[in-house]
């Protein structure tokens, strides 16, 4: 792995992190970071353990995940392609790991220690206001999610759920856009039983808005999903 090169002509099209930087400079920060491979299911980083390294989803598709003091999972932002994670190690003073991180699928990421992080951050000051603004992204998530919790129903949550991943790592295939995700997951996606995502499942896929197969999800009809739910 060491041989590979990582420039930012072949990047995902949307690294937020090197917004505003040219070539060059993408090149340059691209090239101090330590490539790893990650199988699915393998936690990449873990809950309140020492923030002492960012990295980038190259390739494959992740998410965070909390795990509470009863010891339950749960699911939280799902990472594409291009999206950072363990910006805390951008900080000087000693941070945790709010949350833990796993792929989902095989996976490819670039890993920066945190000295070299914050070094190329003096150096390149765009990549610092880049993370903040990712930053506020994720704070916007989170007042969605809040938001979604306090005042939407369970159906409502649920189907918010299914339009935000088929947004950030939907597949588009024949027919619609191709979630690989369970009723379990969807389930904890939205903080509701697994019964209840199952059932309200089982009720889209008879009107139309939704098809499995092969273990997967097909959002075929937004539309239909959204009168369903209303």
Request: glycine residues 6%; contains cysteine.
């Amino acid at each position: 792995m060491t041989a590979w090169k990582f420039r930012a002509v072949d990047a995902p099209h949307n690294i937020e992190l090197l917004r505003g930087l040219n070539p060059h400079e993408s090149d340059l920060i691209l090239a101090a970071a330590r490539p790893r491979r990650f199988p699915a299911k393998s936690v990449m980083t873990y809950q309140d353990e020492p923030a002492d390294h960012l990295l980038l989803l190259w390739k494959g598709r992740a998410r965070y995940f909390y795990e509470t003091p009863n010891d339950k999972k749960l699911i939280l932002k799902w990472i594409a392609p291009g999206h950072i994670f363990g910006g805390a190690a951008l900080l000087s003073r000693p941070c945790t790991y709010l949350v833990s991180t796993e792929a989902v699928r095989d996976s490819i990421v670039l890993e920066w220690n945190g000295s070299t992080i914050r070094g190329l951050a003096r150096r390149f000051p765009q990549l610092l206001e880049n993370a903040h603004c990712i930053d506020m992204e994720y704070l916007s998530w989170y007042v969605a999610a809040h938001a979604a919790l306090t005042s939407q129903s369970a159906r409502e949550r649920l189907a918010s759920v299914l339009f935000g991943l088929a947004k950030s790592v939907g597949q588009k295939v024949s027919g619609g856009v191709e979630l690989d995700v369970t009723n379990e997951e969807l389930a904890n996606s939205a903080n509701i039983t697994q019964y209840t995502a199952s059932r309200f499942m089982s009720e889209w896929q008879r009107s139309g808005a939704i098809r499995k197969r092969r273990g997967k999800i097909v959002l075929r009809s937004p539309e239909r999903l959204f009168l369903r739910v209303v």
